[in-house]
């Protein structure tokens, strides 16, 4: 990942990045952290701290040789805002790794780059062992904007065979797809 750091600088810096270049993804990683412009040098900071200990915190996806997405994953416990969450906290004692983030530049949203993402997330936590992946999505009936859709859309994540675990508030359930073993072929949670 280190190798890819100045392409993750790149994306997230450009027009459109103003959320994403306050949090770096740290958000759900640090309690009491701030996302915040603010916090954004000390959170771009800690996230190449990661990546210069080989720590994976998300994936990055091309077209043409250039970064034009990024989703941050990894095991729940390695986010540890998520447990005192209303929303995302835990729905069970099952290890679970989990989907936190996407952020698509704005000229590439709308063609599929979340969904590609999603799909390499789902190969990248198989790889690493996960059994369990988790998604905190919006459900609304009406679209969003683009800039508030860091979560992705349950629609997604139901195209590639999550389904809904718990539902907190009214318009983010809690998703979860199972990636290996034996409940996989089951269809059990």
Known sequence: MSARWPDLVDLFTRPGGSIVRGCWCMYYRKPGASATSAAGHKNKRALKALVDRDVVPGLLAYKDGRPVGW??????????????????????DKPVWSIVCFFVDRRER?????????????????????????????????????DFMWFGAKHMYEREGFREVARRRPTRPVMRRRLRGSEERSGGF
């Open 71 to 92: 989703i941050s994953l990894g095991p729940r416990e390695d986010y540890e805002r998520l447990q005192r969450s209303q929303v995302m906290r835990p729905v069970d």
């Open 110 to 146: 709308g063609k599929g780059v979340s969904r590609a993402l999603l799909r390499g997330a789902i190969a990248y936590a198989r790889s690493q062992g996960a059994r369990l992946l988790e998604s905190y999505p919006i459900d609304k009936k009406t679209r969003s904007h683009d």
